[in-house]
């Protein structure tokens, strides 16, 4: 409930000056959807999954992070910073940060030689973001791509979202968008005319195993995937299975799983996501806990029987993994 709240009060304010939370914009990815695609990434999400590979795209404000191993403790970002946020360590290893002090100035970030300030997130207007998502029209164009907006939680800015996608759509290119639908459903039914394809994670269907592992119950998740699929846009859904060991991968939740997703008229595709590592540095950077620092990723033979299992309970549906179908 506090982050439905807090989304509320960000959303208000990013809205009356057209300006996204961007965390990063990347070009032709081929594993976002269709084709080449431009990937609109955006800072803010109500969810903490303790896998979370992305811990830089969960708050909303800009951030920045510090790559210990990567400085040589010359002190020119001590020197830079005019807040005196910064400070040498007694050995001289390593830069003591005194969040209270800071303003995010980002000199630091500028000064330092070896890059290892790093900045996470840029304000961007919707002008901004659709000038650099439209110099890549030639590549949908021929592979049949576009844009998928991701996060983060991409509905966390939603009517800046609304923006981006329906001036997109008004210059002809195809849209996606990647989200937990863990928002109002106010927030969200105005985007669905402007949506292709709809990718929605399900993450685990008991709601108090659910609230243990992402932070929030799948209640208003659930409703909302059987709401898109009630309403009469024309657009597709594809339901992502995060595979996390322990978490999610009993045969009972993918049972039920699949049970939920033979209701849905609208889904084309079941895809799974195996858990991996990727990311683990960013929350050293960040200096926060990693949550899962002994959890194994599955192993090939596993993922495929896990894939295997789910796609014998819902055989009409194609169930994906890394690019194959099973
Ligand atoms: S400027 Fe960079 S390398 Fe130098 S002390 Fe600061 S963080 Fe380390
Ligand atoms: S962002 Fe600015 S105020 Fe904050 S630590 Fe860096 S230089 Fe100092």
């Not at 969810?47 to 992305?54: G, H, Q």
């Amino acid at each position: 409930m506090i982050f439905l709240m807090n989304y509320h009060i960000f959303n208000d304010r990013r809205d009356t000056k057209a300006v996204g939370s961007v965390l990063r914009i990347e070009r032709t990815s081929i594993h976002d959807g269709e084709g080449l695609r431009t990937v609109l990434f955006l800072k803010g999400c109500p969810l903490r999954c303790r896998w979370c590979s992305t811990p830089e795209s969960q708050e909303p404000a800009l951030q920045k992070g510090y790559a210990r191993d990567r400085c040589l403790g010359c002190g020119i970002c001590v020197r830079a910073c005019p807040q005196g946020a910064l400070s040498m360590s007694e050995d001289g290893q390593r830069i003591i940060f005194n969040s209270s002090k800071c303003k995010n100035c980002f000199a630091c970030v500028r000064k330092c030689p070896q890059r290892a300030w790093k900045k996470y997130g840029s304000l961007m207007s919707v002008q901004e973001v659709v000038r650099e998502i439209s110099k890549d029209e030639v590549f949908y164009f021929h592979s049949g791509g576009g844009l998928t907006v991701s996060g983060g939680e991409p509905l966390y800015q939603s009517d800046f979202v609304l923006e981006v996608i329906r001036e997109c759509r008004a210059l002809g290119i195809h849209t996606a968008m990647e989200t937990s639908l863990y928002a109002p459903w106010e927030n969200i039914k105005k985007i669905l005319p402007w949506i292709n394809v709809l990718y929605v994670d399900i993450k685990q269907m008991d709601r108090t195993l659910h609230k243990n592992w992402v932070g929030v119950e799948n209640t208003l998740i659930l409703d909302n995937i059987l709401k898109v699929d009630k309403s009469s846009n024309p657009l597709e859904i594809i339901v992502r299975i995060p595979l996390i060991p322990g978490a999610n991968d009993s045969d009972a939740n993918l049972i039920a799983t699949a049970l939920f997703c033979k209701s849905l008229k609208k889904l084309i595709e079941i895809e799974i996501l195996p858990y991996h590592r990727l990311g683990v540095e960013t929350y050293k950077n960040l200096d926060t806990s990693y949550q899962l620092k002994e959890l194994v990723p599955p192993s090939q033979e596993r993922i495929l029987e896990r894939a295997d299992f789910l796609s014998g309970q819902i055989p009409n549906v194609s169930v994906r993994v890394g690019g194959e179908i099973y």
